[in-house]
């Protein structure tokens, strides 16, 4: 079996969409699977829509996602010569032919198709000139057989063809001399050996045209897979109207990246009824025959489960590793307080993203911190001084501070005082995260040390007392 190969071919004209994400993954997973090679080529031959930035951003996207290629990043300006010979050749085999129509020549045959209700198509006036117009500005055109069908069976989509009658003899080179998008596609595809091409079914109606392409060069013809658009909830193409369509955003809106990686494969494949997958499940697990023929619909919610699952679920040491950054764009520097690998797991069970991961961490870290107004209201009560007091004296007794000592000092104080948790919780709450939502009291106490527990409790106090 010759080794399988494939690509992503992205356009450097923006940052990774999460159609172009998904197409990527697709590929990646599919070289994976069957021991093959992942080629990342940058199609960058409209220069003026093409940016390093864009490059760079799409760099990021693929690395955030794990998505590692094994041959390139391979720009096709770099390529330029060699697509100039491709063309030779194909002249030089009458397989094309320089074409000398105007533009506005073009135009008044198109209009004038249209007016007698035919489909526009270049009309073959150049197809047979014999010698050289000298001086004159040409393109250079595919000569494309006239009659015949070309099809293929797509992957994904099953049969597709296309009578010949309805392609235009393609133009290859423009009169500037730079190749054009369809031709340099298959240059690349073929002279990089390139077995699938798993791609938006955008460009299906380029297939035939390529197929064409393969055929005239004398390249085998690779296999083609056309990959649903991925659509709003409202069922249009997913745009920025539906929110982020930036993989990176996902990133810093506190996505995990194999919460998106699990997300976008399931947007379009699917395995039983099965939901979770980690990356070596979807190695083992991913076959083009099992994605689907219909456009998936991006729904926000379910990636946000998953997203709180992996959460759940991670490494804490990596997840406060990945937490650093977001805390320091609120302000804080873990260094300053407790181990970030113990506030997270006290935050990890419930926070469905990084951003509220963050949010639940910040307390630990601030020393002032106002209380919230309604709860410190409803709960802030004279009465509650003398358990206070209390409660310092039994931590203060404590020989560990620890969880389970920290539990048995509060179930001495509720029996002592003859008041039950939910008198004494709320108040001790508000004192050491000024809230009333924080993960269990005594993790937190835990968390914090003996020393900023009796700080906190204290500060407490001092406010009740005004
Ligand atoms: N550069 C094309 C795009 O970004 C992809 C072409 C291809 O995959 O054949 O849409």
Same mark, same amino acid.
């Given at each position: 079996?010759?080794?399988?190969?494939?690509?992503?071919?992205? /356009?450097?004209?923006?940052?990774? +969409?999460?159609?172009?994400?998904?197409?990527?993954?697709?590929?990646?997973?599919?070289?994976? @699977?069957?021991?093959?090679?992942?080629?990342?080529?940058?199609?960058?031959?409209?220069?003026?829509? /093409?940016?390093?930035?864009?490059?760079?951003?799409?760099?990021?996207?693929?690395?955030?996602?794990? &998505?590692?290629?094994?041959?390139?990043?391979?720009?096709? /300006?770099?390529?330029?010569?060699?697509?100039?010979?491709?063309?030779?050749?194909?002249?030089?085999?009458?397989?094309?032919?320089?074409?000398?129509?105007?533009?506005?020549?073009?135009?008044?045959? #198109?209009?004038?198709?249209?007016?007698?209700?035919? *489909?526009? @198509?270049?009309?073959?006036?150049?197809? $047979?000139?014999?010698?050289?117009?000298?001086? @004159?500005?040409?393109?250079?055109?595919?000569?494309?057989?006239?009659?015949?069908?070309?099809?293929?069976?797509?992957?994904?989509?099953?049969?597709?063809?296309?009578?010949?009658?309805?392609?235009?003899?393609?133009?290859?080179?423009?009169?500037?001399?730079?190749?054009?998008?369809?031709?340099?596609?298959?240059?690349?595809?073929?002279?990089?050996?390139?077995?699938?091409?798993?791609?938006?079914?955008?460009?299906?109606?380029?297939?035939?045209?390529?197929?064409? &392409?393969?055929?005239?060069?004398?390249?085998?013809?690779?296999?083609?897979? +056309?990959?649903?658009?991925?659509?709003?909830?409202?069922?249009?193409?997913?745009?920025?109207? +539906?929110?982020?369509?930036?993989?990176?955003?996902?990133?810093?809106?506190?996505?995990?990246?194999?919460?998106?990686?699990?997300?976008?494969? #399931?947007?379009?494949?699917?395995?039983?009824?099965?939901?979770?997958?980690?990356?070596?499940?979807?190695?083992?697990?991913?076959?083009?025959?099992?994605?689907?023929?219909?456009?998936?619909?991006?729904?926000?919610?379910?990636?946000?489960?998953?997203?709180? +699952?992996?959460?759940?679920?991670?490494?804490?040491?990596?997840?406060?590793?990945?937490?650093?950054?977001?805390?320091?764009?609120?302000?804080?520097?873990?260094?300053?307080?407790?181990? &970030?690998?113990?506030?997270?797991?006290?935050?990890?069970?419930?926070?469905?993203?990084?951003? $509220?991961?963050a949010d639940g961490a910040v307390f630990y870290y601030r020393r002032e911190f106002d209380y919230d107004e309604q709860a410190a209201a409803k709960f802030l009560k004279p009465e509650v001084a003398p358990l206070y007091e209390a409660l310092?004296? *039994?931590?203060?007794?404590l020989s560990s501070f620890s969880h389970d000592g920290i539990e048995a000092a509060f179930k001495a104080l509720c029996e002592e005082q003859v008041i039950k948790m939910g008198q004494i919780g709320p108040p001790v709450r508000i004192a050491?995260?000024?809230?009333?939502? /924080?993960?269990?009291?005594?993790?937190?106490?835990?968390?914090?040390?003996?020393?900023?527990?009796? #700080?906190?409790?204290?500060?407490?106090?001092? @406010?009740?007392?005004?």
């Amino acid at each position: 079996m010759p080794e399988v190969r494939l690509r992503f071919a992205p /356009s450097p004209t923006g940052y990774l +969409h999460v159609g172009g994400a998904r197409t990527a993954l697709f590929n990646w997973l599919l070289a994976r @699977k069957e021991g093959g090679k992942f080629i990342l080529r940058i199609e960058d031959t409209d220069v003026a829509r /093409s940016t390093q930035e864009s490059v760079d951003a799409i760099l990021d996207g693929m690395r955030w996602l794990g &998505l590692d290629w094994d041959e390139g990043p391979f720009y096709q /300006s770099d390529n330029f010569p060699l697509y100039k010979e491709f063309v030779e050749k194909l002249l030089a085999a009458g397989k094309a032919y320089k074409c000398y129509c105007t533009a506005e020549e073009l135009e008044s045959k #198109r209009e004038r198709a249209l007016q007698e209700g035919r *489909k526009p @198509k270049y009309d073959g006036t150049c197809r $047979e000139l014999t010698g050289e117009q000298a001086g @004159k500005p040409y393109v250079v055109r595919f000569r494309a057989p006239q009659d015949g069908v070309t099809g293929f069976d797509d992957l994904i989509k099953g049969r597709i063809a296309f009578n010949n009658e309805e392609l235009d003899d393609l133009i290859i080179q423009r009169s500037d001399g730079t190749p054009t998008y369809n031709f340099v596609v298959v240059i690349d595809d073929a002279t990089m050996g390139i077995t699938t091409v798993i791609r938006g079914d955008d460009h299906v109606n380029n297939t035939p045209r390529q197929i064409l &392409l393969y055929e005239a060069l004398g390249y085998p013809v690779p296999h083609f897979a +056309h990959v649903p658009m991925i659509l709003g909830a409202d069922k249009t193409r997913l745009s920025k109207r +539906h929110g982020a369509t930036s993989v990176m955003a996902y990133r810093d809106m506190g996505f995990l990246p194999e919460a998106m990686v699990n997300y976008l494969v #399931r947007l379009g494949w699917s395995y039983g009824d099965e939901e979770i997958f980690s990356r070596d499940d979807l190695v083992e697990k991913f076959s083009i025959e099992n994605v689907g023929r219909s456009a998936g619909v991006f729904n926000p919610d379910k990636l946000l489960w998953l997203n709180a +699952h992996y959460i759940k679920n991670g490494d804490p040491v990596r997840l406060a590793g990945l937490l650093v950054p977001f805390l320091a764009e609120r302000g804080v520097d873990p260094a300053t307080g407790p181990d &970030l690998v113990a506030v997270v797991k006290t935050l990890q069970e419930r926070a469905r993203t990084m951003l $509220e991961l963050a949010d639940g961490a910040v307390f630990y870290y601030r020393r002032e911190f106002d209380y919230d107004e309604q709860a410190a209201a409803k709960f802030l009560k004279p009465e509650v001084a003398p358990l206070y007091e209390a409660l310092l004296a *039994k931590l203060a007794a404590l020989s560990s501070f620890s969880h389970d000592g920290i539990e048995a000092a509060f179930k001495a104080l509720c029996e002592e005082q003859v008041i039950k948790m939910g008198q004494i919780g709320p108040p001790v709450r508000i004192a050491l995260c000024g809230g009333t939502t /924080s993960p269990s009291i005594y993790e937190v106490m835990e968390v914090l040390g003996a020393a900023e527990t009796q #700080r906190r409790l204290e500060r407490a106090l001092t @406010k009740l007392r005004g």
